[in-house]
């Protein structure tokens, strides 16, 4: 799909019409932005502007692109128009604190984000009104929330992987799904002792799969479970192959 050369591809989101990927491009001296058509065409750098930018997300209407912006003081969520013309700002994350993984809920009014704290281990996962800018708290800093989010197509849950920001001996990272309004938290994986990993990427289309990477002493793979924890299964497994930013395709038409 990609060869840029001097820089990691990284962060890969679908456009909702299933046309396009937008993902950012990593290099030790800067971070940008980049889109390609799904059949691997057409690829441009997106043309945002000041500061080091970096894990996009395209909005339910895909005509926006929520990401990542570090100015040198704080990791902050902007937003543009995929001409890079209209740019606005939409997080203001306290003194110490970062925003990061960029998610718009399926009826565009919610954001998500994780927001990163002074500690090592502090990640929690957050949701912000967009019209009111009002925000809430859905899980603790000490759930130490990893980069890598997803709303269900309903718009009524987001998955997550808790205990693995900052990875711990002896504790293995877990997915669990949530409550938009922060409510009904349930375990999905229940890997111990920190041999076996599970970290979340995305819903299925239909909401009836989550597919994740799952990790051991082995190697590494891509699997797929129910939301419910169950029929978990590989989709391929390979020790040179570590799955990452994981977004499932939408449905096709």
Known sequence: MTHVDGYDVIHPDWSADGRHIVFGLDSPTEGLLGMIRADGTGFRILPVAGGVVAQPSFTPDGKRVVFVRYDGVAEAIYSTTLDGRVQRRLTFPPAGYGDNDPNVSPD???????????????????TIDLASGREKQLTSYDADVAIKTAWS??????????????????????????????HAKQAVTHFRGGDVKAVAGSYSPHGRWIVFRREDPTGAGLWIIRPNGRQAQPIFTDPDVIPRYIDWGPRQH
């Not at 987001?158 to 799904?177: E, L, M």
């Open 108 to 126: 565009g009014r919610t954001l998500s984000i994780v927001r990163l704290g002074p500690a090592e281990t502090d990640a929690a996962l957050v």
């Open 153 to 182: 197509p309903n718009g009524r849950r987001i998955v997550f992987t808790r205990d693995a920001w900052h990875p711990k001996p002896g504790i293995s990272p877990n997915i669990w799904t949530i409550g938009r309004n922060g």
